[in-house]
């Protein structure tokens, strides 16, 4: 049965960059849907076998597991950490409600549409509905074809709006992923030993070539007609929104969480490409971006991890260069003025990236 993954649609050789705790799953008795039992000292950056095979996934986050599919495609189900939710019921972090769960794959369908998903990590596979964990038969909502959203609209009233942390009910988002590696991580890993001469400069670079991407993938977003801001002085804007993606063999920044998401532009016609973005959210953003890129820890790990060797000057190398990313992308209504950056024309492929991480972390 192991060979129904050696095809076509093998899932890729490493999911991630670095290795991350492999996580036991409960099954529920359907192939997609599993609940995060218990997380191992093992770590891994990929799964070797289908998730109903061992039973094995990979940690995401707090509240969210890696699966491995019958078809080789790597799953990542939102809302599976029921112990957390048993220790924090009235808390989100452990199970996904049924607004929010509606509400960010709505929003994934709609970037879908006006970026033809040049920019997102997480493409809506299905939703799963329970009455609580242990229901036999849960309803499965499949927004995967091309009408996707459409489909979601027509089945909200069907599936139900119901408030965070209702204890009755059971909502699993799946999104089909071929990276999960956040940016945020990405800097802790590259920062945790201290480094000198070669390696040092070998690691700067990659931690400045990583955030300008990021910002040139922010910038795609917002040009899209989408934002984190979500009003005066709020935003969820966070290096952990980004991840470490492949678009064919060359490394992408792509972004995930998009639960708080808005429209960014003043021009109703939000499909237009070359639409007008009000500046005064995008300073906000970047004002968050800026504290973010200077912040004690990390935030999308399942345990905030404290940067160690991630310096001051490195820091405001990579958020400089995170503005000139941003710069790079012409959208009309913002002007941020930057030096031309070199790296405007660079690109690195997944396995030149695979062996200067290693150079960079081999002792």
């Given at each position: 049965?192991?060979?129904?993954?050696?095809?076509?649609?093998?899932?890729?050789?490493?999911?991630?960059?670095?290795?991350?705790?492999?996580?036991?799953?409960?099954?529920?008795?359907?192939?997609?849907?599993?609940?995060?039992?218990?997380?191992?000292?093992?770590?891994?950056?990929?799964?070797?076998?289908?998730?109903?095979?061992?039973?094995?996934?990979?940690?995401?986050?707090?509240?969210?597991?890696?699966?491995?599919?019958?078809?080789?495609?790597?799953?990542?189900?939102?809302?599976?950490?029921?112990?957390?939710?048993?220790?924090?019921?009235?808390?989100?972090?452990?199970?996904?409600?049924?607004?929010?769960?509606?509400?960010?794959?709505?929003?994934?369908?709609?970037?879908?549409?006006?970026?033809?998903?040049?920019?997102?990590?997480?493409?809506?596979?299905?939703?799963?509905?329970?009455?609580?964990?242990?229901?036999?038969?849960?309803?499965?909502?499949?927004?995967?074809?091309?009408?996707?959203?459409?489909?979601?609209?027509?089945?909200?009233?069907?599936?139900?709006?119901?408030?965070?942390?209702?204890?009755?009910?059971?909502?699993?988002?799946?999104?089909?992923?071929?990276?999960?590696?956040?940016?945020?991580?990405?800097?802790?890993?590259?920062?945790?030993?201290?480094?000198?001469?070669?390696?040092?400069?070998?690691?700067?670079?990659?931690?400045?070539?990583?955030?300008?991407?990021?910002?040139?993938?922010?910038?795609?977003?917002?040009?899209?007609?989408?934002?984190?801001?979500?009003?005066?002085?709020?935003?969820?804007?966070?290096?952990?929104?980004?991840?470490?993606?492949?678009?064919?063999?060359?490394?992408?920044?792509?972004?995930?969480?998009?639960?708080?998401?808005?429209?960014?532009?003043?021009?109703?016609?939000?499909?237009?490409?070359?639409?007008?973005?009000?500046?005064?959210?995008?300073?906000?953003?970047?004002?968050?971006?800026?504290?973010?890129?200077?912040?004690?820890?990390?935030?999308?790990?399942?345990?905030?991890?404290?940067?160690?060797?991630?310096?001051?000057?490195?820091?405001?190398?990579?958020?400089?260069?995170?503005?000139?990313?941003?710069?790079?992308?012409?959208?009309?209504?913002?002007?941020?003025y930057t030096q031309s950056s070199k790296m405007k024309s660079q690109t690195m492929?997944?396995?030149?990236m695979r062996e200067r991480i290693n150079y960079v972390m081999t002792e």
């Amino acid at each position: 049965m192991i060979d129904q993954i050696k095809s076509k649609k093998q899932a890729p050789a490493e999911l991630l960059f670095f290795p991350r705790k492999v996580v036991k799953m409960e099954p529920t008795g359907e192939d997609h849907l599993f609940f995060l039992q218990e997380r191992t000292r093992n770590r891994a950056t990929s799964l070797r076998v289908p998730t109903s095979y061992d039973l094995l996934g990979l940690t995401s986050g707090r509240r969210s597991a890696i699966i491995l599919d019958k078809q080789g495609k790597y799953l990542r189900l939102k809302g599976v950490a029921k112990k957390i939710a048993e220790r924090y019921p009235i808390n989100f972090w452990g199970k996904c409600s049924m607004d929010e769960a509606y509400q960010e794959q709505r929003n994934a369908l709609s970037v879908l549409k006006t970026s033809g998903g040049k920019v997102l990590a997480i493409v809506p596979a299905y939703l799963w509905r329970m009455y609580d964990e242990f229901t036999l038969y849960p309803s499965q909502f499949n927004f995967k074809d091309g009408k996707g959203l459409i489909n979601l609209e027509q089945k909200k009233e069907l599936l139900g709006v119901f408030s965070r942390g209702n204890p009755n009910y059971v909502v699993v988002p799946a999104y089909e992923i071929t990276g999960d590696t956040r940016m945020d991580e990405a800097l802790y890993e590259l920062t945790k030993r201290k480094l000198s001469g070669k390696k040092q400069k070998e690691r700067d670079e990659l931690a400045k070539y990583l955030s300008f991407q990021s910002g040139r993938s922010f910038a795609e977003l917002n040009r899209a007609g989408f934002s984190w801001y979500i009003g005066p002085g709020g935003t969820n804007s966070h290096l952990g929104n980004f991840v470490l993606d492949r678009d064919d063999k060359n490394i992408k920044i792509k972004l995930t969480d998009l639960l708080n998401l808005n429209k960014i532009t003043r021009n109703k016609k939000y499909t237009d490409p070359e639409k007008e973005v009000d500046l005064g959210w995008v300073l906000e953003d970047m004002l968050a971006f800026q504290e973010d890129f200077q912040a004690e820890c990390t935030t999308s790990p399942a345990a905030n991890l404290v940067y160690r060797y991630f310096s001051d000057s490195l820091r405001k190398e990579c958020f400089k260069n995170f503005v000139e990313g941003y710069a790079s992308v012409k959208i009309r209504g913002v002007d941020i003025y930057t030096q031309s950056s070199k790296m405007k024309s660079q690109t690195m492929t997944e396995q030149e990236m695979r062996e200067r991480i290693n150079y960079v972390m081999t002792e």
